[in-house]
């Protein structure tokens, strides 16, 4: 759900204005405020651009089996796409897909991820710019999982590449590769300013939907779009109420055992302009949300399903 996973996950240490300190459980003093590239976004559309070609795998021109734009190394075989999946199994070590990018320059911050899903836990979704790499390892548990990382890149890169690699010496089994994004965090925000991976990440399943093929904008009013119906006014108007001005402000006044915020309170100064209440599930993903302002009541609601990963059942009810 846009509006509460962005609550539950940037509700976080940084420096942007209109958020003021608050007293959290046992009346610990914490800082509050929003990431301050976050903010920025809230504030108006937000823009990312997708490096990888066909990250969705959707296009094999000659039918061999492997994506337009991507390559094999190392000795793979069974080559395949399926409902925009690629599938591919090592035949040595380090067998891998990857994808050649545009040159990155010394000291960017790249952001990789996707999602994979094999038997093997010795495969490496990683970022390499010919110097060194970085990775984030699957877990081998043969269930669809979004592996992601940021890599500062090194002096004098050589290459820009992203792949997806088992390292396993023998034994090798097939993996599957799909939605797969590359962003250029330091030409996006700025030196210093490049979001965390957890922003990242629920940037891009907040407003994105998981995956995005080239550029693409979306933002916090577009994310209530997708929910409207009979009563499009309705969102609008409490949607602009959740853009951050310099007195405007979430101010959480309620929390679980687990510290995450229940209850908030969108105020403009001191004045009350709405609330919103949120009902997590056991794992902490939320499942329900309720806005109030301007008289109206909108209520959201969801299921997640953690074996993919998403979010099924959206509605909305407004009263």
């Known amino acids: 759900m ?22 959290l459980n046992n009346n610990e003093k ?10 920025k976004e809230i504030r108006g559309n937000l823009e990312l651009i997708n490096l990888v070609r066909n990250g969705n795998f959707a296009i094999d021109t000659n039918g061999d089996g492997l ?25 040595a070590q380090f067998g891998s897909i990857g994808q050649d990018l545009a040159a990155w320059a010394a000291g960017d911050k790249i952001f990789a991820r996707c999602s994979i899903k094999s038997a093997s836990g010795n495969v490496v979704l990683y970022i390499n710019d010919g110097v060194n790499q970085s990775g984030a390892i699957y877990p081998g548990d043969n269930i669809l999982r979004t592996m992601s990382v940021i890599r500062t890149i090194a002096a004098n890169p ?22 797969f994004i590359t962003i250029n965090l330091t030409q996006r925000y700025g030196a210093g300013n490049e979001p965390s991976l957890e922003t990242m990440n629920s940037l891009i399943d907040t407003y994105f939907d998981g995956w995005f093929d080239g550029a693409r904008k979306s933002g916090l ?31 959480p006044t309620a929390w679980d055992s687990a510290n995450r915020a229940t209850a908030l309170q969108i105020k403009d100064g001191t004045t009350v302009l709405g609330t919103i209440t949120i009902t997590y599930n056991s794992i902490g993903k939320i499942t329900q949300l309720i806005l109030k302002a301007l008289g109206k009541t909108i209520t959201y609601t969801q299921t997640f399903d953690p074996t993919t990963g998403k979010f099924t059942g959206r509605t909305k009810a407004v009263s």
């Not at 590449?161 to 799909?178: A, C, M, R």
């Open 30 to 39: 914490k800082t509050a405020e929003l990431d301050y590239a976050m903010a």
């Open 221 to 251: 009013k577009g994310a209530f779009e997708k929910f409207k119906g009979d009563s499009n006014d309705d969102i609008s108007q409490i949607a602009s109420l959740f853009i951050p001005t310099d007195t405007r402000s979430l101010t």
């Open 67 to 91: 994506a337009d734009f991507w390559s094999s190394a190392f000795g793979t075989t069974a080559l395949s796409i399926a409902n925009n999946i690629q599938k591919f199994t090592p035949t």
């Open 2 to 23: 846009p509006i509460g996973d962005y609550i539950e996950t940037h509700y976080v240490a940084g420096s942007a204005p209109g958020i003021s300190d608050v007293t």
């Open 158 to 179: 050589t290459v820009a590449l992203v792949k997806v690699q088992d390292n396993k010496t023998s034994g090798w089994t097939p993996i599957e590769v799909s939605n």
